[in-house]
């Protein structure tokens, strides 16, 4: 495709460019006054670049700086236009894009512009990409500018579009593949963000991270990571290189083994890589003879981490609430339709597709269940969880066992290939009484890793109705930990009654009576010791006289 000065416009003009002619313009305006009385350039900037003319380098960066920002600022107005191009495609770069553009002198030497690292991935297609503007109309806008005013200068306008700034993306997964690349893995664990290497640099650079210090957080993140990864627990892959100056395209990518995080615990952005010590390579302590002598030169290079291992480890925060929201599939194929997890849990626990409760925060900052009705679910007495979360933990009981022992299969549906069949010895890593609603992987090349977790309809429907039919046969295990203080003697006899009213016999009332909601935490023992005789047996019918 033709190209105009790089871009597929007409007549465009790169950013590059543009800069330099309004700095000539500039120039030319204000050719004795101080072109930038706001800025105080830094004297390590004059010691090393001034070459013994530090007013001649001093007046040269201020008209930079001025020209950059009156750019800058016709940008923002929307008085000049500019777009991206990669020589195929174009896009309009908006006003607020260029907010902060200012920091940044790359912008404008090199014509590209990074964006926010948190847009929505439709931008960061974008992102670093060379930026133009039209020509006659750049020319146009230079004509009418008084460039011998500085006006407001450095003072600059809020874009003119600033409403329609897309909203920050909250939380970005690693890629989807079965090795990520150690930045991603990183920021995951420090931020819950994954970011490449390129767009961490740009982050920092940026100052992305204005509530927490990347540094400090990457390098807490390091140290967890190869903590992990030293037991064996986190699969790693890299490139070993003996020295600096090693042709890293010449090495081949190899298992790195777990014993070598014992001592390549620090981070090296820049070739997203571990080097010997701890930390991160930006931020070494101890004078600069200390650091030469403890420096070693082999590290290692394109290090990546299996993703499967690496969610597991440190999971989304969010993946329950994350299962709930996502689009499923409402069949699979061989398998028929499907259901979540939280479906199948509500049938078990309520008897329908779904039980809400509505959790409120009062004044006191107490929390207010309602149930769906919008009954308010008082607290009990003796400060142990209320029925309904009983009542859901028994069900979660009751299927995790059933997905434990593979009488109920559980599939994943990622985006890249047919289902996968959930191992049954996934479930034996699971709290009984907390399901993972996304799977979270065994394997690093696990590709169903992180997907929502399904059950067939009509197999879920057969279990469940032959688990209705006995009862018996679907004893699962009571909780190992039990929440809340014991129930009285009474309470126990009065759930004892109740449950042979049911028809239960005493036996099965002192096997079962644990897995009645409130009385998880109740021996079997005890039971059977306090029904001993209560109930007489009904004997043979007498014989008529």
Known sequence: ?????????????????????????????????????????????????????????VRRKKMEDRSMLVLQRGLLAGAVRAH?????????????????????????????????????????????HSVYLDRDAFTKWMDSQPLHDPADLPALPLPYDAQSKPEP?????PSDAP?????????????????????????????????????????????????RASGGQIAARGKYVESNSTDESKVLTAPIDPVRFEDFAQFDILYDGLRYGTGVTWNKEGSALERVLQDRRDAFRSVKVSRADLLKLFPDQDDTA????????????????VMPLDEALSWLAHGKPSHDIEIWQNAAGDLIFRDPSGAVIEPRVDGSPPPFMETYRQASRTLHGAL?????PAYVAPTNGGPLLVPRFYWNGVNPESLHHVYRGMAPADHGAGCPILLSRLAFGDWRAAMAASPSAFVDRAPSVKAGRPPSDDEILAKADEMKARGLDGRTIAKRMRLEPGFANVATTTVRYLIKGRWKPAGRPKKDA
Do not use: Y
Not at 169 to 173: G, I
């Open 1 to 57: 495709m033709a190209t105009h000065g790089g871009s597929v416009r007409p007549n465009s003009i790169s950013c590059r460019d543009a800069i330099r002619e309004l700095h000539q313009r500039v120039k030319a305006a204000v050719p004795d006054a101080d072109p930038a009385p706001w800025l105080d350039v830094s004297p390590v900037l004059i010691e090393m670049f001034s070459e013994d003319d530090e007013v001649a380098f």
């Open 84 to 128: 991206f191009s990669d020589g195929l495609e174009s896009r309009d770069v908006p006003g607020w894009a260029w907010v902060g553009a200012e920091r940044n002198e790359h912008v404008w030497f090199e014509g590209r512009l990074p964006l926010d690292v948190f847009l929505p991935d439709e931008w960061q297609r974008w992102s670093c």
């Open 169 to 173: 993306v909250k939380k970005r997964l």
């Open 179 to 227: 090795f990520v690349t150690l930045s991603e893995a990183l920021t995951w664990i420090a931020f819950g963000f994954a970011l490449d290497r390129d767009s961490l640099d740009r982050a920092i650079s940026g100052n992305a991270f204005d509530a927490t210090d990347p540094q400090a957080a990457l390098s807490d993140a390091i140290a967890r990571l190869a903590i």
């Open 322 to 337: 994350r299962a709930f929201f996502v689009p499923l599939p409402a069949a699979l194929p061989e398998i028929g339709t």
């Open 404 to 408: 434990r022992e593979g009488s109920l």
